[in-house]
């Protein structure tokens, strides 16, 4: 999908359909009612007869104005003006270009970044508006035999905006085509099967990326994976014949010896549950278990598209966890990289026994900062439903730093509570800790088994359990939290 910014009279535009709002009530956009006076007031007399209300989300195709150079005019209803905040209006940029989808239209032109926001100007809209218009557009129907049929694809879009905010909205365009890069990278490998994308797969993946990009890409294998001492991981591993890989993403064009900033993924490519084998229904969807690892990858993808003068590492943890002969079994013992001992009573809590090797890894690069992403609880999708993405955290400042990169690129998270108190839910026996607590606050629990191997650096976990896919009629990987990540890195870069 190509982009472009411009600033034009939308009366004047051509294009193969230009989109502009209604507010309820049937009351006019400024670009509305620039192309009501370019058609001799064709709009007020179809809003007249009653064709569109300004109901939020709606819209209405009109062909072939009289005196408008442009093939369509798409008008989109906006919703009550005294309401319309940053939510309606990606709903309105969703429903447009959602509806454009069905035109034929090769090119469109869209007028909705003039609406005025309160604390967002127009390099926000501008960002957003190319973010969703290409996950609007995102198909992933490489595995079909054939193609859907369909209307011609849309190809190019151009957002129309002021003069005055030119400059901002070009930089705010460029940024969104990387993040939308990134996040389209991140939905092409969590929504393919388990039986392609494997562990092997994934670091084929990342050498590719690497050669693409620039960015140093090492892919360790399971002899490799043991010298290291990395058992809390190989034990997850151990169930399956997909053999294990440890991949390690070094992007440095930041200043010589500065500390890294380090996002840790988990990859677990399908998750049956091991021999605490999860129930039948929806279990496909565990193919999305390696949501947290497509985020890392395309988080690095958008990151060299950005330009941005960092210095991060991506590690990816990544196996199968499958139940068989040689499986982990509840009450097995194992030790971490860490060298502390952990009791395995739930094999289907995998995430963060994969993640805590990956954790303690990264310890050699004396990071600044450490991000983990997992689609690690349940009990997350409970706390949170599909909204907000859950944020734990050791350091308050970096807690901020995460919120506040959600905030910006409305791919938002929630900070959660981690106090001493859950702490103590985490007890064994016959080892240091067990891998899980009982059910209540399943989400914290989890978080705080993680923070046992996160002493040495500033820490954030992001449970995206809720927000990594979706299921139903739209199944599919969301790209989450791939903006996040890339608002939280170009905030430290600059």
């Given at each position: 999908?190509e982009?472009t910014?411009?600033?034009?009279?939308?009366?004047?535009?051509?294009?193969g359909?230009v989109?502009v709002?209604?507010?309820?009530?049937?009351?006019?956009?400024?670009?509305?009612?620039s192309?009501?006076?370019s058609?001799?007031r064709y709009?007020?007399?179809?809003?007249?007869r009653g064709?569109l209300d300004?109901?939020?989300?709606?819209?209405?195709l009109?062909?072939k104005?009289p005196?408008?150079?442009a093939?369509?005019?798409?008008?989109?209803?906006l919703?009550?003006?005294?309401?319309?905040?940053?939510?309606?209006?990606?709903?309105?940029?969703?429903?447009?270009?959602?509806?454009?989808?069905?035109?034929?239209?090769?090119?469109?032109?869209?007028?909705?970044?003039?609406?005025?926001l309160?604390?967002?100007?127009?390099?926000?809209?501008v960002?957003?508006?190319?973010?969703?218009?290409?996950?609007a557009?995102?198909?992933?129907?490489?595995l079909k035999?054939k193609?859907?049929?369909?209307?011609?694809a849309?190809?190019k879009?151009?957002l129309?905006?002021?003069?005055?905010?030119m400059k901002?909205a070009?930089?705010a365009?460029?940024?969104?085509?990387?993040?939308?890069s990134g996040?389209?990278?991140?939905?092409?490998?969590?929504?393919l099967?388990?039986?392609?994308?494997t562990p092997?797969?994934?670091g084929?993946q990342a050498?590719?990326?690497?050669?693409?990009t620039g960015?140093?890409v090492?892919v360790?294998d399971?002899?490799?994976?043991?010298?290291?001492?990395?058992?809390?991981f190989l034990?997850?591993?151990q169930?399956?014949?997909?053999?294990p890989k440890?991949?390690?993403?070094?992007y440095?064009?930041?200043?010589k010896?500065e500390?890294?900033?380090?996002?840790v993924g988990?990859?677990i490519?399908?998750?049956?549950?091991?021999?605490?084998i999860k129930?039948a229904?929806?279990?496909?969807e565990m193919?999305?278990?390696?949501?947290?690892?497509?985020?890392?990858?395309?988080?690095?993808?958008?990151?060299?598209?950005m330009?941005?003068?960092?210095?991060?590492?991506?590690?990816?943890?990544?196996t199968?966890?499958?139940p068989?002969?040689n499986?982990?079994?509840p009450?097995?013992?194992v030790?971490?990289m860490?060298?502390?001992?952990?009791?395995?009573?739930?094999?289907?809590?995998?995430?963060r026994?994969i993640l805590c090797?990956?954790l303690?890894y990264v310890?050699?690069y004396?990071?600044?900062?450490v991000i983990?992403?997992?689609t690690?609880?349940?009990a997350?999708v409970?706390a949170?439903g599909?909204?907000?993405?859950?944020m734990?955290?050791?350091?308050d400042?970096?807690?901020?730093?995460?919120?506040?990169a959600?905030?910006?690129s409305?791919?938002?998270?929630?900070?959660?509570?981690?106090w001493?108190d859950?702490?103590e839910?985490?007890?064994?026996?016959?080892a240091?800790?067990?891998?899980?607590?009982?059910?209540?606050?399943g989400?914290?629990t989890?978080?705080c088994f993680?923070?046992r191997?996160?002493?040495?650096?500033?820490w954030?976990?992001?449970?995206i359990?809720g927000t990594?896919?979706?299921s139903?009629?739209?199944?599919?990987?969301?790209?989450?939290p791939?903006?996040?990540?890339a608002?939280?890195?170009?905030?430290?870069?600059?």
């Open positions: 999908m982009f910014i411009k600033s034009a009279s939308p009366g004047k535009q051509k294009s359909c989109v709002g209604v507010y309820d009530g049937r009351k006019l956009s400024p670009s509305a009612q192309i009501d006076a058609s001799r709009l007020s007399g179809v809003l007249k064709d300004g109901k939020l989300g709606t819209t209405l009109l062909q104005l005196h408008v150079p093939e369509r005019v798409l008008l989109v209803g919703g009550r003006e005294r309401e319309f905040n940053e939510a309606a209006y990606r709903k309105a940029v969703t429903a447009a270009a959602a509806a454009l989808k069905s035109t034929g239209a090769a090119d469109a032109t869209i007028c909705l970044t003039e609406l005025p309160k604390h967002r100007g127009a390099g926000w809209k960002e957003q508006a190319v973010i969703l218009v290409n996950d557009c995102y198909r992933f129907d490489r035999s193609a859907p049929e369909g209307k011609r849309l190809k879009v151009t129309a905006v002021e003069r005055a905010e901002a070009e930089a365009c460029a940024r969104g085509m990387a993040i939308a996040m389209s990278f991140a939905k092409d490998l969590g929504n099967p388990g039986n392609i994308c092997t797969y994934l084929e050498v590719e990326l690497g050669k693409a960015i140093k090492t360790l399971r002899k490799q994976i043991e010298a290291l001492g990395m058992n809390c034990a997850v591993a169930g399956s014949k997909q053999p440890f991949i390690v993403m070094e440095m064009h930041g200043k010896g500390a890294p900033v380090a996002l988990k990859g490519t399908f998750d049956t549950g091991g021999i605490s129930p229904p929806e279990m496909d193919k999305f278990d390696m949501c947290g690892a497509a985020s890392v990858l395309g988080t690095m993808k958008a990151l060299a598209a330009k941005l003068p960092l210095n991060v590492v991506g590690v990816v943890p990544t199968e966890n499958m068989g002969g499986a982990i079994k009450g097995d013992i030790t971490t860490s060298g502390q001992t952990v009791e395995i009573l739930n094999t289907d809590a995998e995430g026994l090797d990956a303690t310890e050699r004396k990071p600044s900062a983990d992403i997992a690690l609880t349940g997350m409970i949170l599909h909204v907000a993405t859950g734990f955290s050791n350091d400042a970096l807690a901020q730093e995460v919120v506040n959600g905030d910006s409305w791919d938002r998270a929630w900070h959660m509570p981690m001493d859950y702490q839910q985490l007890k064994s026996n016959f240091d800790i067990p891998n899980i607590a009982s059910r209540a606050g989400s914290i989890a978080a993680l923070s191997f996160t002493k040495s650096y500033p954030a976990h992001l449970d359990a990594g896919w979706k139903g009629a739209e199944k599919g990987a969301t790209g989450r791939v903006a996040l990540l608002h939280f890195l170009a905030k430290r870069a600059a």
